[in-house]
T-cell receptor, first 111, second 114 residues
Framework: SQTIHQWPATLVQPVGSPLSLECTVEGTSNPNLYWYRQAAGRGLQLLFYSVGIGQISSEVPQNLSASRPQDRQFILSSKKLLLSDSGFYLC??????????FGSGTRLTVV | KQEVTQIPAALSVPEGENLVLNCSFTDSAIYNLQWFRQDPGKGLTSLLLIQSSQREQTSGRLNASLDKSSGRSTLYIAASQPGDSATYLC?????????????FGKGTKLSVKP
């Protein structure tokens, strides 16, 4: 199984509050993991990817950060949320040759 | 730079019709192409993965074709049903350094009317 678990499913947070979204994956060890954001009316944007524990690469400068404390755990964080951080956040695993699997997503609304 | 385009952006059809969704990509040097389905407020569900060496992949009423040389893929849905209503996304992997991530089109929103 290559199942991906994401929580929470929905989140409403005030501007300036911290954020922690968690993603855990099942299946083969040492997966490549990704955080994507889908803003309203826009496509999917890659935010971070990780090829191993403690290895994080950022695709776009932003108010968010990511960490990978365990092989199958990927966390998206912020110290102070902005209104522009609202969106639908998706965790994914995969590599090009095999394909990609996505989690069910977290709907974040910053108010 | 790889770019993925999907046409049309939205499509409404009556139940029972056969339909085709289009996906084009600018760089033909791809490993494969993946079609996803996204229901409102939900994550992405993989429908079909078609490798660069393949011309077609089939799953039930779905058939995906790939023409690398022309940079095009189509997703054919036979005998459409209201339950097929969703946004359909195509994506190709991009390789930069030692990792790969997906480059997505903006999707086709399909509505199948009973």
């Amino acid at each position: 199984s290559q199942t991906i678990h994401q929580w929470p499913a929905t989140l409403v947070q005030p501007v300036g509050s911290p954020l922690s979204l968690e993603c855990t994956v099942e299946g083969t060890s040492n997966p490549n993991l990704y955080w994507y954001r889908q803003a309203a009316g826009r496509g999917l944007q890659l935010l971070f990817y990780s090829v191993g524990i403690g290895q994080i690469s950022s695709e776009v400068p932003q108010n968010l950060s990511a960490s990978r404390p365990q092989d199958r755990q990927f966390i998206l964080s912020s110290k102070k949320l902005l209104l522009s951080d609202s969106g639908f956040y998706l965790c994914a695993r995969g590599v090009g040759e095999i394909g990609y699997t996505f989690g069910s997503g977290t709907r974040l609304t910053v108010v | 730079k790889q770019e993925v385009t999907q046409i049309p952006a939205a499509l409404s059809v009556p139940e029972g019709e056969n339909l085709v969704l289009n996906c084009s990509f600018t760089d033909s040097a791809i490993y494969n192409l993946q079609w996803f389905r996204q229901d409102p407020g939900k994550g992405l569900t993989s429908l079909l993965l078609i490798q660069s060496s393949q011309r077609e992949q089939t799953s039930g009423r779905l058939n995906a074709s790939l023409d690398k040389s022309s940079g095009r893929s189509t997703l054919y849905i036979a005998a459409s049903q209201p339950g097929d209503s969703a946004t359909y996304l195509c994506a190709v992997p991009f390789y930069g350094g030692s990792q790969g991530n997906l480059i997505f089109g903006k999707g086709t929103k399909l509505s199948v009317k009973p």
